[in-house]
T-cell receptor
Framework: DAGVTQSPTHLIKTRGQQVTLRCSPKSGHDTVSWYQQALGQGPQFIFQYYEEEERQRGNFPDRFSGHQFPNYSSELNVNALLLGDSALYLC????????????FGPGTRLTVT | DQQVKQNSPSLSVQEGRISILNCDYTNSMFDYFLWYKKYPAEGPTFLISISSIKDKNEDGRFTVFLNKSAKHLSLHIVPSQPGDSAVYFCAASVINTGTASKLTFGTGTRLQVTL
């Protein structure tokens, strides 16, 4: 049973650039949530997708956007990168109906220089 | 505004003894609580959860206790093993009917189990 997968593992970008991160949910899951984890902090909720639409959003600027595809996989896009966007980006999948536990992927480490 | 707090950044416990990790929350709307374990270079791994209608949930060596009046929960690991050494995150959510809700995390407690 494949768990949550994310790509790439690591990424280095320059301030002002744009980045796209990818996530495939656990088999059978239809909901994908994205989190940002800064060093020494807990994960912070960015947004959640199901049925290919953004359903909930945390306190993140519009530079952060996403997409969910018909196969439930998802992308996180960040535009106009800032140094403060350097973090571990985690994808979590769950079931929309009754899926209170979320299962996380290994994350993508983004470094902005 | 930190709605979920883990006030102990680190904890060291001898192998075989009990590990107790604590978590406090301020938002009374939270009604579902989870504990995750995280090793370096890996994503958080789900450990155990508890609904606000219960005060205890047990799974093998792991037990979570919930005190709603104090807005406090704790994770007990008995007996502690060296493989339990990791960062433990407490998370809380509001259950929306039929919807997986966003998680609000604490800042984590690093547990070290020594021989």
């Amino acid at each position: 049973d494949a768990g949550v997968t994310q790509s790439p593992t690591h990424l280095i970008k320059t301030r002002g650039q744009q980045v796209t991160l990818r996530c495939s949910p656990k088999s059978g899951h239809d909901t994908v949530s994205w989190y940002q984890q800064a060093l020494g902090q807990g994960p912070q909720f960015i947004f959640q997708y199901y049925e290919e639409e953004e359903r909930q959003r945390g306190n993140f600027p519009d530079r952060f956007s996403g997409h969910q595809f018909p196969n439930y996989s998802s992308e996180l896009n960040v535009n106009a990168l800032l140094l403060g966007d350097s973090a571990l980006y985690l994808c979590a999948s769950s079931l929309r109906q009754g899926g209170y536990e979320q299962y996380f992927g290994p994350g993508t480490r983004l470094t902005v220089t | 505004d930190q709605q979920v707090k883990q006030n102990s950044p680190s904890l060291s416990v001898q192998e075989g003894r009990i590990s107790i990790l604590n978590c406090d929350y301020t938002n009374s709307m939270f009604d579902y609580f989870l504990w995750y374990k995280k090793y370096p270079a890996e994503g958080p791994t789900f450990l155990i959860s508890i609904s606000s209608i219960k005060d205890k949930n047990e799974d093998g060596r792991f037990t979570v206790f919930l005190n709603k009046s104090a807005k406090h929960l704790s994770l007990h690991i008995v007996p502690s093993q060296p493989g339990d050494s990791a960062v433990y995150f407490c998370a809380a959510s509001v259950i929306n009917t039929g919807t997986a809700s966003k998680l609000t995390f604490g800042t984590g407690t690093r547990l070290q189990v020594t021989l």
